[in-house]
């Protein structure tokens, strides 16, 4: 007997076209599609396969559909949100959090140098060249986006989609200064430049392919900042016993 084959409906094909580019990353939590109009035209579908598919996406849960339009899901927020109010008010979160970062991003690193193609290697090398220039501006704040922007396309480089959205996740919950301020980080004397050497040396051994030298060279870079925040945070510890002990006055009955 013959097996008959079941032609597969246009809105699949279309659909898992789409998830893949979110599985991948290609696709981002937040990002706003083209209007379904424009969508079909660049895809060479018709508009209602193209919107068949979309709810389907929807259904699963990655697509969402708003008054401005569709946009994917931040699927993973259901986790980040509840972890996040813990992490506020718990006081190993920061040194768990670059003790974590230490062991996924030495093996991203690596991986990144041997697994990176070549557009991803000329989005490392522009990253690192935007981070050269407004260090030497003196930009603090944009160093730090464009810190946060390369360790994500190391992220990318690595081809390891567990790290890809588990470390999304976390650094959308350091954009909300969850676990220390980068700004600060980035304020501290010396540090700017020190970080800065740090990361052109990770980036250089990324894209020369040398996976050893880049994971070596990450793990400095990890236990460098994991110090220096917790040098910051001390400071801020005893500067706010010192400022307690100074508000004693307004609160201690004076001697009779």
Do not use: W
């Not at 501290?188 to 990361?199: I, M, N, S, T, Y």
């Amino acid at each position: 007997m013959s097996t008959k084959v079941r032609p597969v409906p246009l809105a699949e094909i279309i659909a898992e076209r789409i998830q893949t580019m979110i599985l991948e990353g290609a696709l981002r939590p937040g990002e706003k599609l083209l209007g379904e109009r424009e969508l079909a035209e660049r895809l060479g579908v018709s508009r209602p396969s193209l919107h068949q598919a979309l709810a389907q996406l929807e259904e699963k849960g990655l697509l969402i559909t708003t008054k401005s339009g569709t946009v994917v899901a931040r699927f993973l927020n259901r986790l980040a949100d509840p972890l996040a109010e813990l992490f506020v008010t718990e006081p190993r979160a920061t040194a768990d959090y670059i003790e974590f970062r230490q062991t996924v991003e030495v093996a991203a690193a690596g991986y990144a140098a041997t697994r990176a193609t070549k557009p991803e290697r000329e989005a490392i090398a522009d990253c690192l060249d935007r981070i050269r220039a407004v260090h030497d501006a003196g930009d603090a704040k944009l160093e730090a986006d464009y810190d946060a922007e390369l360790h994500g396309l190391i992220y990318e480089a690595s081809h390891n989609l567990m790290v890809l959205h588990i470390m999304r996740v976390l650094g959308d919950l350091l954009r909300r200064n969850v676990f220390y301020n980068r700004e600060t980080l980035y304020l501290r004397a010396g540090v700017r430049d020190l970080l800065l050497q740090q990361h052109l040396k990770v980036g250089a051994a990324v894209l020369s392919g040398d996976a050893e030298t880049a994971a070596a060279a990450m793990r400095a870079h990890m236990a460098f900042t994991g110090s220096t925040i917790e040098d910051i945070q001390r400071e801020e510890a005893r500067l706010a016993t010192a400022m307690r002990r100074i508000d004693r006055k307004y609160l201690v009955a004076e001697q009779e």
